[in-house]
């Protein structure tokens, strides 16, 4: 796997046909089976497999950026997301949005 950045991310996922970011108040996407949907459909963008997912380390950059995007874009919580994204506790969800959003440029 190598690693996709937040700017790579969006980028990618964007040209797939997903809309962009809005504020927290403003997320449009609600509910696991939509949030699902563009997991699969940001991963597929990317080329990434959840069974690359599931056997790489909790804490890989391919892991939080698709959490902080989701956090970005969805009402799911922090559990749902864990479990998805194979990151353990929820703790590594929040952990992997203050990273992304502390190192945005990050590739």
Sequence with gaps: MEYAGAAYWEGRVLESGTKGGAPRSERTVDGEAEAARLL???????????????????????????????????????????????MGEESGVTRAVGWVKANPDAD
């Design 40 to 86: 699969t459909q940001g991963m597929k963008a990317l080329g990434v497999r959840a069974e690359e997912l599931a056997r790489a380390p909790k804490n890989l950059r391919e892991k939080q950026v698709p959490a902080w995007w989701l956090r970005q874009r969805t009402t799911v919580g922090r559990h749902w997301m864990s479990q998805r994204l194979w």
